[in-house]
């Protein structure tokens, strides 16, 4: 019943409620005092009320055309402005597979009203900073500048997203780019195992192709390709203008207006639906004996990012940790896991990861090993694993949320975090979740909950697994799947 009772907590919950949790942060701006907590209920809920008021608002506005436009306004001198688009390699298909992540590159090669040379010197005389990514999911094109250049940087988004000439002698030349991207790629072992991840994990759906695309895609790739994405998937209800640092929000809602208003609702068509992805256990091992350290990625199913369980997965995450060899500390590292693969001389490093996307996720662990440490490392990983299902202790938990509320503020450190994460979160949850409801939900997980949570999606689950190096150590995969179960000394 208590661990029942934590879980609500963990789902939506309204402003009125955190004003308890609201107490504890800091008030007055630049010269903020701590909050003191003593003294008669009337003066607590007051004071809760100030820092309520003086945390930073995101403001939100809709356009008639479906474009979002948020904000958060800190006062600084410089901004950060970008638009998040929900699109990404989950909405190609095999045969034009690398299409968004070739329409980010083309973005800076021109447009009707700039040429390349006219757009990087504008943005180099404005001391600015322009910039574009492409994940699954999403693609971003931002820019970094004086608050004062809030305009011309709108402008200028809007200008490369809606006016790209996609010429075909820039199409040629950026092919040639991509080409020599993914071979740099390549040598990334993380990025090559995380890949191949995805490919077992989700094979034969969206998710499992690579962001980049095969080769023989990148080499047949057109213009009429590129188009046929940009109306297809750039239209208002799949795009968000987000700013933050010394931003108006009106301001910025009359520059959505004038450049994106009418624009955006000229594509016709029905909006794509999201296409599912089947999570499968599975395994890819690629041997290689003349590597000399193995790369192994091992994952269950967990959850999209607005699931209830999604926080408690990310404390279990935090339990397990990150570690290398560089870390100092040695038996009185805080993960347990840490602890005993510096005790064992197990592995050169491991990250414990948590990727979501809308509707599923992967929860696992990343590790790099001698060839001779491979099979117990795994072991000693799996038994960690069970532990959290069956004996983690609160004293673990608690020092895991604090540290991930830790991480969490860390992360907001400038406006270009602040602003990728008002895009992200407007995306994936339609609204900025406050970080007192954040903290609250961390805070509402107990080791109860983390025992439910990770029994369900942890505990008797097949797992994908993507294997890369000197492997022959490595136990079959009806060995690691028996091991998802209490393991035996």
Not at 9 to 28: D, E, K, S
Not at 242 to 267: C, I, M, N, P, R
Request: charged content about 20%.
């Amino acid at each position: 019943m208590a661990a029942a009772a934590a879980r609500a907590l963990i789902l939506p919950a309204a402003r009125p409620q955190l004003w308890g949790f609201a107490r504890r942060f800091l008030v007055g701006g630049a010269a903020g005092r701590l909050l003191h907590v003593g003294g008669s209920r009337p003066r607590s809920t007051q004071a809760a009320a100030q820092v309520v008021l003086n945390v930073p608002e995101t403001r939100v506005t809709h356009l008639p055309n479906g474009l979002r436009v948020a904000s958060e306004d800190s006062g600084l001198a410089t901004c950060t402005v970008g638009l998040w688009i929900d699109a990404g390699s989950r909405y190609e298909n095999e045969k034009n597979n690398g299409t968004a992540h070739f329409l980010e590159h083309m973005a800076f090669k021109g447009t009707k009203k700039r040429s390349q040379l006219d757009l990087e010197l504008e943005i180099e005389n404005m001391g600015a900073h322009l910039n574009a990514y492409t994940s699954r999911e999403q693609t971003v094109y931002y820019a970094k500048a004086f608050s004062k250049d809030l305009p011309r940087a709108v402008e200028i988004l809007a200008d490369i997203i809606q006016n790209s000439t996609l010429g075909e002698a820039e199409i040629e030349r950026e092919r040639g780019v991509i080409l020599r991207e993914m071979q740099e790629v390549e040598t990334n072992l993380q990025e090559v195992v995380f890949d191949y991840l995805h490919a077992t994990a989700y094979q034969n759906t969206a998710l499992g192709r690579t962001i980049l695309g095969p080769t023989e895609n990148i080499k047949s790739i057109n213009r009429k390709d590129l188009v046929d994405y940009i109306t297809t998937h750039y239209k208002g209800p799949r795009i968000v203008l987000a700013a933050a640092g010394g931003v108006s929000h009106d301001e910025l809602l009359e520059l959505a207006k004038f450049h994106f208003g009418d624009s955006l609702s000229t594509y016709k068509g029905e909006i794509p639906a999201l296409p599912p992805c089947k999570f499968t256990g599975s395994e890819i091992r690629i041997r290689d004996d003349n590597m000399p350290l193995a790369h192994l990625a091992v994952a269950v199913e967990a959850v999209g990012w607005a699931h209830p369980d999604t926080i408690c997965l990310m404390v279990a995450n935090t339990l397990i940790g990150n570690w290398d060899r560089s870390f100092g500390g040695g038996m009185n590292l805080s993960s347990k896991l840490a602890q005993l693969t510096c005790h064992g001389n197990l592995c050169h490093s491991f990250q414990s990861f948590n990727t979501c996307y809308t509707d599923t996720g992967l929860w696992g662990i990343y590790m790099v090993c001698e060839p001779a440490t491979v099979a117990e490392m795994l072991h000693v990983v799996q038994k960690e694993w069970m532990r959290l299902c069956t004996s983690v202790t609160e004293s673990e938990v608690a020092r895991a949320k604090n540290l991930l509320k830790t991480n969490m503020l860390l992360q907001l450190d400038g406006s270009t975090p602040i602003c990728e994460d008002i895009g992200r979160q407007m995306l994936c949850y339609n609204r900025r979740i406050p970080i007192p409801e954040l903290e609250a939900r961390v805070d509402a997980v107990n080791a109860e909950t983390i025992r439910e949570v990770c029994s369900k999606y942890i505990y008797d689950k097949s797992p994908a697994i993507a294997a890369v190096g000197p492997i022959e150590q490595l136990p079959d995969f009806n060995q690691i799947r028996s091991n998802m179960c209490w393991l035996r000394n």
